[in-house]
T-cell receptor, first 111, second 114 residues
Framework: KQEVTQIPAALSVPEGENLVLNCSFT??????LQWFRQDPGKGLTSLLL?????REQTSGRLNASLDKSSGRSTLYIAASQPGDSATYLC??????????FGRGTSLIVHP | DADVTQTPRNRITKTGKRIMLECSQT?????MYWYRQDPGLGLQLIYY???????NKGEISDGYSVSRQAQAKFSLSLESAIPNQTALYFC?????????????FGPGTRLTVL
């Protein structure tokens, strides 16, 4: 059974800092890994998806990397802003592989 | 219009009542999923369907049932609701024909069982 661990569980930083959110998973036989953002009590917004053949994906201030062999993914947020405050979820899955969610990293960026 | 819709968005019900949550999608995806989320926890998979005739239990299917009425519709039922089924419920879709197989989520249904 796939297990997903996200570190840190919570993070509070001042505006402007560069951040690294970590995700580890136990079964590396995945087709992709998706990073989502969730605002309190709201739905999920897809941020980035990395296919198993890729090493990283970038979107604006976000960069996600994937190392399948070691079962790790990292989400890098550059120049954090208060609007980045949310919970970030890492989800390995794809193909016939059932998506498995971590508990997320709760991020607060204060002005 | 949203690609993945869920109805109702909020529901309060009493213990023992039968409840149905509905999910519809206009994306033409073959795969659909139901998740529940409890405060402070990640999403847990209840049921998933890879096509109309393929329905599978997820990690927490006890107390729930589903129906895939068409490729675009996937309903979740609680036959006899209990208070610990109070949670936020999400429907998601994905397309097995896409190399990336990205998941797309509905807005969620907040269910309270008294």
């Amino acid at each position: 059974k796939q297990e997903v661990t996200q570190i840190p569980a919570a993070l509070s930083v001042p505006e402007g800092e560069n951040l690294v959110l970590n995700c580890s998973f136990t079964d590396s036989a995945i087709y992709n890994l998706q990073w989502f953002r969730q605002d309190p009590g709201k739905g999920l917004t897809s941020l980035l998806l990395i296919q198993s053949s890729q090493r990283e994906q970038t979107s604006g201030r976000l960069n996600a990397s994937l190392d399948k062999s070691s079962g790790r993914s990292t989400l890098y947020i550059a120049a954090s802003q208060p609007g980045d405050s949310a919970t970030y979820l890492c989800v390995p899955g794809g193909g016939s592989y059932i998506p498995t969610f971590g508990r997320g990293t709760s991020l607060i960026v204060h002005p | 219009d949203a690609d993945v819709t869920q109805t109702p968005r909020n529901r309060i019900t009493k213990t023992g009542k039968r409840i149905m949550l509905e999910c519809s999608q206009t994306k033409g995806h073959d795969r659909m999923y139901w998740y529940r989320q409890d405060p402070g926890l990640g999403l847990q998979l209840i049921y998933y369907s890879f096509d109309v005739k393929d329905i599978n239990k997820g990690e927490i299917s006890d107390g729930y049932s589903v129906s895939r009425q068409a490729q675009a519709k996937f309903s979740l039922s609680l036959e006899s609701a209990i208070p610990n089924q109070t949670a936020l419920y999400f429907c998601a879709t994905s397309d097995s024909r896409e190399p990336a197989d990205t998941q797309y989520f509905g807005p969620g249904t907040r269910l309270t069982v008294l």
